[in-house]
């Protein structure tokens, strides 16, 4: 599976960005889409993540309200949509797919495919 992240770029505190996936090379069937950041010096953390064929969402409690996750109909892509952003949300945000079971939903080793990862800045 190939990934790639798109739609970052620099907002204002309180303001509204938008992030895409597109995956390609394999059938998503099964599989979990999830969303990560790393932000300057710390570690990545779980962000989002959506079920690809149940369609079942799962945030982060930093995020539950803010983001919502959803997959583009028709297509191998899932959106990040991202409102009321703080300066807190500033990182390199990247896109990742496996297979993990529900209790590991929220740990990288599980995901075995990652995009290349994209910056959102929110300016206070």
């Known amino acids: 599976v190939r990934l790639e992240e798109s739609g970052g770029g620099l907002v204002q505190d309180g303001g509204s960005l938008s992030l895409s996936c597109a995956a390609t090379?394999?059938?998503?069937?099964?599989?979990?889409l999830a969303w990560f950041r790393q932000a300057p010096g710390k570690d990545r953390e779980f962000v989002a993540a959506i079920a690809w064929s149940e369609r079942r969402t799962y945030y982060a409690d930093s995020v539950k309200g803010r983001f919502t996750v959803a997959r583009v109909n028709g297509e191998n892509a899932m959106h990040l949509q991202m409102s009321s952003l703080k300066p807190e949300d500033t990182a390199v945000y990247y896109c990742a797919a496996g297979r993990p079971i529900l209790s590991s939903l929220r740990d990288e080793a599980f995901y075995h495919y990652w995009g290349q990862g994209t910056q959102v800045t929110v300016s206070s």
């Open positions: 090379g394999r059938s998503l069937s099964g599989y979990k």
